[in-house]
């Protein structure tokens, strides 16, 4: 499965933002978009998932495509547990799956079970990308999703990403070629 955008245009009042991009993403390799701050990646993520509607331009392959985000906040039920925010996104939640995924982001039994208000940051995160992967999606999508997390735990979170995509098209915006090399991924600069 892979996604083709073609000539896509984006302007915010005057300041065009994309201009006639053209690419491909594959679901045979992660796709890393990488640029400056405000050179539109973001926007381009909010075009993919239509959220925001580009001014010219046609991307082909997500018709009734299932997509799950990592945005650059965590968006949590903060009132939720780390077990409750990942199950909701689940059709039928399969809480094994859930707790492994926790556990081997080094989440400890007693914090998964606390709302994910009391949570540090580092371990929201790792929530909300737990909750990206473990969806039932074709297409996973992730706006700098490495944030605040430490060296060791990143590398955890990318092998933990790398082993359970499943085949599915896999994009992430971050600023660092490292997370790109180790993801394996192809690199689309704006």
């Known amino acids: 499965m892979d ?17 006639k991009i053209n690419m491909s993403l594959s679901s045979n ?29 046609d991307i082909l392959g997500i018709e009734n495509k299932r997509f799950s985000a990592v945005f650059q906040e965590d968006r949590l ?17 399969n809480k094994k799956i859930i707790y492994d995924g926790l556990m081997a ?44 997390l430490d060296e060791n735990t990143k590398i955890q979170v990318i092998n933990y990403i790398k082993e359970n995509i499943r085949g599915r098209l896999l994009m992430i915006i971050t600023h660092d070629e490292k997370d790109a090399k180790l993801l394996g991924a192809d690199i689309v600069k704006l």
């Open 3 to 19: 996604i083709v955008i073609k000539n896509l245009s984006k302007s915010y009042n005057s300041v065009k933002v994309l201009d």
């Open 29 to 57: 390799k992660p796709t890393c978009l990488m640029g400056q701050s405000g050179r539109g990646k973001t926007t381009l993520f909010s075009i993919i998932l239509g959220t925001i509607t580009p001014d010219s331009g």
């Open 77 to 93: 039920c903060e009132e939720l547990s780390a077990v409750m925010n990942i199950a909701i996104v689940q059709e039928n939640p």
């Open 105 to 148: 982001l080094g989440l400890l039994k007693e914090e998964i079970r606390r709302p994910v208000s009391n949570l540090s940051g580092g371990q929201r995160r790792r929530v909300a990308i737990i909750r990206a992967i473990i969806s039932e999606s074709d297409i996973v999508m992730m706006d700098e999703p490495f944030k605040g």
